[in-house]
């Protein structure tokens, strides 16, 4: 049986995520702005994180902290 290769679990793992993404956003129509921002943040930051890292648990969540921290810290007033 063939091993699956890296790259494609790296890109079915963003294709997943950028889906999620996206169905959770749309799911939340009555969030604040920020609480928005601090969503998409952290899902954009969760997938550059798994990319980044090799798809290590430990980047994903830690992109996913920074990405929600800097969405939250967009147009904050």
Do not use: D, E
């Amino acid at each position: 049986m063939k091993k699956p290769s890296r790259i494609t679990f790296q890109k079915s793992l963003v294709w997943t995520a950028l889906l999620v993404l996206t169905l959770s956003t749309t799911a939340c129509g009555s969030m604040s702005t920020r609480g928005k921002n601090t969503a998409i943040g952290a899902g954009v930051g969760a997938v550059a994180g798994a990319v980044l890292t090799g798809g290590s648990s430990i980047g994903t969540v830690g992109g996913a902290a920074v990405g929600g921290v800097i969405g939250n810290q967009i147009h904050k007033k």
